[in-house]
Structures are given as structure tokens and as C-alpha cells.
């Protein structure tokens, strides 16, 4: 499991980030968002972000559907909740 302390906590995803597909290895609740190269690999000395939202497992469960989709939800989810 990280620490969320490695995480800087925001309440949207910062521009060019994506959600890092690290599964199970998040506090519950939170997403993470990391700047990553073309192929989603971690981008090393670059911040790290975390989202607390409310489907933050189910969104981190669809790792199985690809780092662009598990980004798109959580965009989505972020939008709807600071309307």
C-alpha cells in the first residue's frame, strides 16, 4: 500500500495527467494521477496527485479496461461531483 503522503491531494486532475493503474496499492478512496510517457509509464521526479472520490475502487478495479478509460471515468466522476 503507498502513503498517501506521496500524493499531493487535489480536487481535479491536473491537465495532461492520467491515472496511474497501481490497482489495489491506493488508499481506498482516492485516485491517483501521475504524468506519464506515451506508453503510461511513470514519468520519474514528476508530482504525484490523488482525488478523493466516492467510486474511487471501481474506478481503480477497471485497470483491466486500460489507463484511458480508467482516466475518462475518473474525469467524469471529478466533473459530476464539483457541479
Known amino acids: 500500500m503507498l502513503d498517501i503522503k506521496d500524493f499531493t491531494i487535489v480536487d481535479h486532475a491536473p491537465s495532461g495527467t ?14 491517483p494521477f501521475v ?17 478523493k472520490l466516492d467510486n474511487a475502487r471501481e474506478i481503480m478495479d477497471r485497470s483491466i479496461r486500460g489507463v484511458e478509460t480508467m482516466t475518462k ?6 466533473e459530476k461531483r464539483n457541479k
Open 35 to 51: 504524468y506519464a510517457d506515451r506508453d503510461y509509464h511513470l514519468i520519474p521526479g514528476r508530482p504525484k496527485y490523488a482525488v
Open 73 to 78: 471515468t475518473a474525469r467524469t466522476s471529478i
Open 18 to 31: 492520467v491515472v496511474w493503474n497501481i490497482g489495489s496499492h491506493m488508499p481506498d478512496g482516492y485516485v
